[in-house]
């Protein structure tokens, strides 16, 4: 049955939200947390309203990322108001649950605290509606990823891939996945494509080129590369987004060219 949608598909983006991004990975640790936060801050910086929600329940890294630690309120009617964090509308699944806790939850339990944090969340309001929300899923493509597709319309799909062989492998079974849900995915990312060293010689630690490759067979739009760089890993120890710079011009240009597909 490859291409047919499996069940179908939601008709409704959460309130007061324009345009739902997601972002994915076929494995966990290519970098789909730092792109997709980056995608944000990237969207951000064209002057957009933009929400950023980690769904990744098994390493809601979010609030570490930006130095949250005071999860969201509650409005008089029950729903959640974001914390606003580089001026990101921030909801985590590392709010909800401590992490050990998120990791052993079984599917159907993860995939209701995800809708409750997509659609219980207050990302936009009439007045000034969220342009977008970028989402972060979970790695893999597994029953969270199909469901969270079932429960709320989804304008479009990003990948997240290292160039090395095993990781595109997984990254085409998430290609898979969003064309099975009928989600456009709209952009391949290749993270971690090389290392610029001391002497200013690139290494391809992982290869590279692979995603870009397998974007221009897939016949899906190949947003750009980003190099491994301590700057990307000490932003995140550090809690501080990197918002000025050449790694940030890059995810600009991503942002760029993923909002004019929208
Ligand atoms: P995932 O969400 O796919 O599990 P993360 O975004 O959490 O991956 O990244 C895994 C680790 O690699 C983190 O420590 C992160 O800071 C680091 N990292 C990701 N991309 C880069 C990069 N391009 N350069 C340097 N470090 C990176």
Known sequence: DQGK???PVATARPDHVRHVVVVGSGKGGVGKSTVSLNLALGLKALGLNVGWLDADIYGPSGPVMLGLNTPPSFSA???MLPPVAFGLKVNS???????DQAMIWRGPMASQALTQLLTQTQWGT??????VLIV???????????TLTQK????GAVVVSTPQDMALIDARRAVTLFDKTQIPVLGIIENMAYFVGADGMAIEIFGRGGAQKMAQTLERPFLGEVPLDPALRQAADRATPLR??????RFAAMAKALWSDL
């Open 5 to 7: 949608p499996k069940a």
């Open 77 to 79: 009617d029950k729903k």
């Open 93 to 99: 699944v590392g709010f909800l649950v401590d992490a």
């Open 126 to 131: 009439a007045e000034v509606p969220l342009d």
């Open 136 to 146: 972060d899923l979970p790695p893999g493509t597994g029953d969270v990823q199909l």
């Open 152 to 155: 709320t319309l989804i304008d």
């Open 244 to 249: 000025d710079g050449p790694i940030a011009e």
